[in-house]
């Protein structure tokens, strides 16, 4: 269904030293990292669509997070949402709703809500039961 999800964010340094940790946390590699232009992307498996690609916007404007924007994470366990969670504050990341059950959804989902360093906020979720 997607090509790709593209994050904007302001500064690349930064960005990178959120979306390493968390990314390696969820067990998705990294497809390629330019300094130069800069922006780097992860890829899902087996792959190679869709990315999760974070760079300066194209129009070189400030990145704005969208209201009611936000990208989720798949996380096999409930104990993966927790790894990714913490990941995600122990590097610049601010909680938007701690793990936890979320049966408003559906009896089985997980989630935990957290936004970067530049406001994007994100998910990382389990639909598997406990």
């Not at 990208?71 to 927790?82: C, N």
Request: some cysteine; glycine content about 10%.
């Amino acid at each position: 269904m997607f090509s790709h999800i593209f994050v904007g964010i302001s500064d690349f340094q930064t960005a990178l030293q959120f979306y390493v940790p968390v990314m390696e946390a969820l067990g998705v590699k990294q497809r390629f990292c330019e300094v130069a232009r800069p922006w780097a992307g992860w890829q899902s498996f087996p792959g190679p669509r869709p990315l999760f690609v974070i760079a300066r916007p194209f129009n070189e404007q400030v990145p704005a997070p969208g209201n009611g924007n936000t990208v989720a994470f798949l996380a096999g366990s409930r104990s993966k949402v927790h790894e990714v969670y913490e990941a995600a504050l122990s590097h610049g990341g601010s909680c938007e709703g701690k793990p936890g059950p979320r049966p408003g959804y559906h009896a089985h989902y997980y989630g935990a809500y957290f936004r970067d360093p530049d406001g994007n906020k994100l998910c990382v979720a389990c639909h598997e039961p406990e």
